[in-house]
């Protein structure tokens, strides 16, 4: 075999015949995904594996020695098999062998033997005995390994994360295979590398797959995460220049225009962050290169005023804004809220103003045909919609400017479907999040664009009080919160009942957190509904609204909710962002464990919204102590988005983050945190930016921009789904 320059080699080239079980097995395919599939931890000769650590059904590679080998009569048949047990010093594991394998193993598996064993774990408890098992497990003993004398006088033996049927040392061995015939070109610049105190890469890989020393490990995962970062934040350096290069028509808008008669009739102070946010976007879409960026801010910050400004902006320039919204629900909430805080001026009273059209994919004919034609020929000034603003026979006469609402459930692609239907040249920007984001997050994920974060709430916003109500422990607490509800009706206000399923069919779960326990079915719309008007809220006026109601069902309940004709409301996440009802005051989670932190601090910003107190319960079955309840536990105590938005992000893989989870692919991040490793995140984009500043075709660094080509490999440097 030759000499391996590139992470892209084919891994079959490298290792022959050992790469087929790889692929199978774990999906590697190449030479830099074997190396970049690193030990999971490290097993020091002579120290054992905790047998007390491990799961059911979790394969896992143990390092144990065996204690005694006994043969044993089979119970239903003729014959034996042997029950070898091993030890940590402290718990014992059994091992069962049968036929042709039992003997083998009875050979080479003697008292004494110190060996790695690899398989599924079975855990069979009875009274307070608990016995810990692998049925035929794959091993190697120390003494059977073919390391060099070198080698194996190394403290540390790495331990890779395997599968059924390929066992760490298998991995183990293929990387050494590799890692003999190495000779790479280092992807980061070596006055980077020297500035920084980085390992060359060849060592670092070396060091990390062979390590002597804890210290080899840590030198190595140093240079590996500013790999991460660097090759990523180059990439959207890269996107960010290219961005910066397109042309946009300049919207200044006017001084007498409909923005000017607008904020004149707001009936409230602009908040001193609203007002600078406002700033920036102004003077974003003042200049003739279009804008990118992302305003983020608390649940209730006053985003949609911001949006709503720019798009004025726009349209005093002579062109057109688009809102996207995710759901017809919200994008029904945004036309009615739009058009009521314009007032005469989507009517075109007195002052002019602009028409303001909805367009979703459930509308009736004639009034979609009346939308697209407001919308193609510019009498719609702004146009509010779903994903169906994004079909190719949707046309604006002049779009200036693109609001994305709830950047999460919008891929990039999906973003520049509608970035290419600006007229003269490529339309503004700006993305809004209600789900706060960790600046190396933000940093991380949305690199490409300029970011607006407003944490001020607007005043009148009262505060909200959050409990965690524990039915299963205590069912009298469960009573109580349907008292509170009927407490807040009887003073005249409303409530919200939230659940994870809509209950009329498998399959309408949701978006959900997901827990690996085995739990009864998440409570459902309609069955909930049904058990509050029979029990505890009979006689208040209750509706349901999920996904699956026919979209003129839906706006009508929403419509009869904020008209005060329903006094409560159970629903789905439906009602999750954007829906503005003041007089809701009060929102019952229920089996609130089921679902993520973020989506629980939306959903309860959905009350406190006109000057009332706002209540949110959360109820869950979950235990005290169990991680769903600190979850909940963290959502009752602090309203600070931004604080939640790290303890969601801590309890989710890095890959969830990248949108690796939702589209397929494996995350890129391998060792880096993006919580844990701001220093390395923050020091690989200054020197991506310098870098590229100075080389944006990177034509004196092939390696790096191999890795980019890579990294960004048939999806036209779009990789990122931006969660």
Known sequence: MGVVTS?????????????????????????????????????????????????????????????????????????????????????KLHLAFFGKGAYIAEQRLTPGTEAMFSGKVGVFVGGRTRRVSLTHPEYESFDETEETAEEFASALVPIYPSAQGLPSWKIRRAVRTVLDVLSLDDPVPAEIRERLGL??????????????????????????KFDEAFVLQAVLVR????????????????????????????????????????EEIAADLAREHPMHRLLQGEVGAGKT??????????????????????????????????????????????????????LTGSMGAAARRAALLDAAGGAAGIVIGTHAVLQEHVQFADLGLVVVDEQHRFGVEQRDALREKGGGGRPHVLVMTATPIPRTVAMTVFGDLEVSTLSQLPSGRAPITTHVVPAADKPHFLDRAWQRVREEVGLG???YVVCPRIGDQEGDEGDLAKDDDERRPPLAVLDVARMLGEGPLA??????????????????????????????????????????VPNSSVMVIMDADRFGVSQLHQLRGRVG???????????????????????????????????????????????????????????????????????????????????????????????????????????????????
């Open 539 to 580: 006689g208040l006026r209750i509706q349901v609204l999920h996904g699956k109601l026919a979209p003129e069902d839906k706006d009508a309940a929403m419509r009869a909710f904020a008209r005060g004709e329903i006094d409560v409301l159970v629903a789905t996440t439906v009602i999750e962002v954007g829906v503005d």
């Open 305 to 358: 005023v911001v949006a709503l400004r720019a798009m004025l902006q726009v349209v005093d320039s002579g062109g057109q804004a688009v809102l996207l919204a995710p759901t017809e629900v919200l994008a029904q909430q945004h036309h009615r809220s739009i058009v009521n805080m314009l007032g005469d001026l989507a009517t075109g009273g007195m002052f002019g103003g602009t028409a303001v059209a909805l």
């Open 239 to 278: 996107r960010r220049m290219a961005a910066s290069a397109w042309l946009a028509r300049a919207r200044p808008g006017c001084d007498d225009g409909l923005l000017r008669e607008f904020d004149k009739r707001l009936p409230f102070q602009l908040t001193e962050g609203q007002r600078q946010v406002g």
């Open 7 to 91: 992470f892209d080699e084919p891994l079959k080239k490298a290792v022959g015949r050992s790469a087929a079980p790889l692929e199978s097995a774990l999906g590697i395919s190449t030479v830099g995904e074997l190396l970049r599939h690193y030990p999971r931890r490290y097993a020091q000769r002579g120290e054992l594996t905790p047998i007390a650590s491990l799961e059911h059904d979790e394969h896992v590679t143990v390092v144990a020695k065996v204690s005694s080998a006994v043969r044993r009569p089979m119970k239903n048949r003729q014959g034996t098999w042997l029950d070898i047990e091993v030890t940590d010093g402290k718990e």
């Open 199 to 224: 390992l060359p890469i060849e060592e670092a890989l070396r060091r990390v797959h062979r390590p002597r020393s804890q210290a080899d490990v840590a030198r190595s995962h140093d240079r590996l």
């Open 609 to 723: 919204r006109g000057g009332l107190p706002g209540l949110c319960l959360l109820v869950s079955e979950a235990p005290e102590g169990a991680q769903a309840r600190r979850r909940l536990d963290a959502v009752a105590t602090t309203l600070d988005g931004f604080e939640l938005s790290r303890v969601d992000l801590e309890q989710r893989r890095e890959g969830d983050v990248l949108g690796a989870a939702q589209s397929g692919r494996r995350s890129s991040l391998k060792l880096l945190q993006l919580l844990r490793d701001e220093d390395v995140i923050e020091s690989a984009r200054a020197e991506a930016t310098a870098l590229l500043s100075a080389d944006s075709e990177l034509s004196a660094h092939p390696a790096l921009r191999a890795e980019i080509d890579t990294m960004v490999a048939g999806e036209r440097a779009e990789f990122l789904e931006k969660a």
């Open 493 to 495: 206000r409303q409530a």
